[in-house]
């Protein structure tokens, strides 16, 4: 059974423990759904989607929350309705390696933080990064791409980098605290979809025993 994958990918105010998650969002098939740590920012949701459709050639639905923990909290219930199941696959790049990776752990710190319960149940996933630095060449002018954008640059048109506002992705944090979510929403559109086209490109290409594949379901549930 071909499990469909949704990609992920989060965005923050840095890598400390007491920054925050600014945004999530999750790559589909029928378009982008981005959850949004607005605060008080006097703006609409429809016209941020509509900055962003317009950008990204894609559907794009965002929601904005006053308060990290209620963005948090918005994600469990979408994953709860829409990313569980057999047939689903959650990935990222960089997500959660061993030793290493940046979304998940991130995630669980904010989680404790805010009192928010995990959101991942009975969710299975792989880390796309592992598979692609493994099975595919990404050396160019003698160094490794490691990066999301480098590497989807290299193995793919690299049409998505084009439409990133950001050349490097701490530039989320003064898009955030300025106030410019279209620009962070565009970012984040553009890291799923670049996680979502490595992903795909990794199942043409690479035998299934490749995936890392590992139930995100806490030891304590059910």
């Given at each position: 059974m071909v499990l469909e994958q949704v990609a992920f990918d989060i965005e923050t105010t840095g890598f400390e423990v007491n920054d925050v998650v600014t945004a999530?969002?999750?790559?589909?098939?029928?378009?982008?759904?981005?959850?949004?740590?607005a605060g008080?920012?006097?703006?609409?949701?429809?016209?941020?989607?509509?900055?962003?459709?317009?950008?990204?050639?894609?559907?794009?639905?965002?929601?904005?929350?006053?308060?990290?923990?209620?963005?948090?909290?918005?994600?469990?219930?979408?994953?709860?309705?829409?990313?569980?199941?057999?047939?689903?696959l959650l990935v990222a790049y960089n997500g959660e390696r061993w030793r290493d990776g940046?979304?998940?752990?991130?995630?669980?710190?904010?989680?404790?933080?805010?009192?928010?319960?995990?959101?991942?149940?009975?969710?299975?996933?792989?880390?796309?990064?592992?598979?692609?630095?493994?099975?595919?060449?990404?050396?160019?002018?003698?160094?490794e791409q490691s990066s999301l954008a480098a590497v989807y640059g290299t193995l793919c048109d690299g049409d998505l980098n084009m439409i990133d506002p950001f050349t490097e992705s701490a530039e989320a944090i003064d898009a955030f605290e300025e106030g410019r979510l279209a620009d962070l929403v565009t970012h984040n559109v553009a890291d799923v979809l670049r996680t979502r086209a490595l992903g795909r490109l990794a199942e043409q290409y690479c035998a299934k025993s490749e995936f890392d594949v590992k139930s995100l379901t806490p030891t304590e549930y059910g």
């Open positions: 999530v969002g999750f790559a589909v098939p029928l378009g982008c759904r981005v959850f949004v740590h008080s920012a006097a703006v609409g949701t429809g016209e941020i989607e509509d900055e962003v459709r317009e950008r990204v050639g894609e559907r794009v639905v965002v929601s904005l929350h006053e308060a990290e923990s209620e963005l948090l909290r918005a994600v469990g219930e979408f994953v709860a309705e829409r990313v569980c199941g057999e047939d689903v940046f979304d998940l752990p991130f995630l669980r710190t904010r989680l404790v933080a805010t009192g928010v319960e995990w959101p991942f149940r009975d969710v299975p996933f792989a880390d796309v990064m592992p598979v692609i630095s493994r099975r595919f060449n990404t050396t160019v002018d003698g160094d």
